[in-house]
Structure formats: C-alpha cells, structure tokens
C-alpha cells in the first residue's frame, strides 16, 4: 500500500551536515519526497510531537534536544514507506543499530540518535499534521517509478 510517513533529521544530523546523506538515502531507495523544510521546533510543538513520551525519566531532556537547534522535517511517500524507514534508521539505541541503518552508521547514542520516523500509520498522519500544512505537500508523478514499481 502506498503510504505517506514523517521523517525528520533531528538537530544532531543538522548540525553534522547529514541532511544530504539522509536524503539520498531515502530518495535512493525509491521513495518519493513530498514535503520538506528546515525549521526550528517551538516548545509547544515538540510537546505535542511528543506527547506519548511525556512523564518519561527522558522526557524533559528530549524536548529540550529537538528545540536545541533547526530540524530538516520531512514527508516521504511509497508503498511500505512507514515500516521500511523505520529499519532504514535502524532501532532507537544506536548501541543496538546495525551497521548499514542511519543510526547505527552515524548515532552513538540514544539521546542523539540523527533521525525521527513515525512508527504507524496514525502517527504518520498525526505527525504530518502536526508539521505540515497541506498546501506545503507536492503530489506529482515520479517518471523514475515505472523502474521502481
Ligand atoms: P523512536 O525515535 O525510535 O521512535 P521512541 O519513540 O521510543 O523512539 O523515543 C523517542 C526518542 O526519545 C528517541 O528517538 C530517543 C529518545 N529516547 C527514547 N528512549 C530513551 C531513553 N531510554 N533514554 C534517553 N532517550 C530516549
Ligand atoms: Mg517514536
């Protein structure tokens, strides 16, 4: 089935000049880019964003991480995409990550682990909400698709 997930290149893959190699990750494999944008995460946000995680011992350090410095959000499209991103990241703990994954080739550990991906398709569309405004999301026909599909 052909999904819609939210990815974003946390303030630690911006500050690293990951952004380029994150992109050419996913645009490699065949997914195709709808949305994207460098932004600075408000408080308000990020507590939304990360609502699920809230009385968690890493909570507060969390927030304060993704509104430390610009994000590079992203809305990426293709069948799976949700659940092949996620292994494309590799696990949470870039301790656990396996080589060849963003995590596991370039994080060292959890708290600064590059990249953020929606885990299911409710959170996928929850976080597109979330971060982008319809108008800014680009549907077209990716002529390299009769290759891909
Ligand atoms: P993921 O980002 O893989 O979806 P998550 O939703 O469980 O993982 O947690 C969100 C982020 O919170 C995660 O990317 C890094 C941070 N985090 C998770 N578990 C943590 C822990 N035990 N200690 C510190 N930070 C943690
Ligand atoms: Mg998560």
Not at 17 to 34: D, N, Y
Not at 119 to 137: H, V, Y
Request: with cysteine; charged share 25%.
């Amino acid at each position: 089935m052909v999904e819609n997930t939210f990815l974003m290149v946390k303030p630690d893959g911006v500050q690293r000049q990951l952004i380029g190699e994150i992109l050419q990750r996913f645009e490699r494999k065949g997914f195709q880019l709808a949305g994207a944008k460098l932004m600075q995460i408000s408080q308000e946000l990020a507590e939304e964003h990360y609502g699920e995680h809230k009385g968690k011992s890493f909570y507060n350090e969390l927030v304060e991480f993704i509104t430390s410095g610009p994000v590079f959000a992203m809305v990426w499209q293709g069948e799976n995409v949700i659940e092949t991103s996620r292994q494309m990241m590799g696990k949470t703990n870039p301790k656990e990550a396996l080589p060849g994954t963003i995590r596991g080739d370039y994080g060292v550990i959890v708290g600064k682990n590059i990249i953020h991906g929606s885990d299911s398709p409710e959170a996928a569309e929850r976080e597109i909400g979330l971060f982008f405004k319809p108008e800014e999301l680009v549907g077209y026909e990716k002529l390299m698709n009769s290759c891909i599909y």
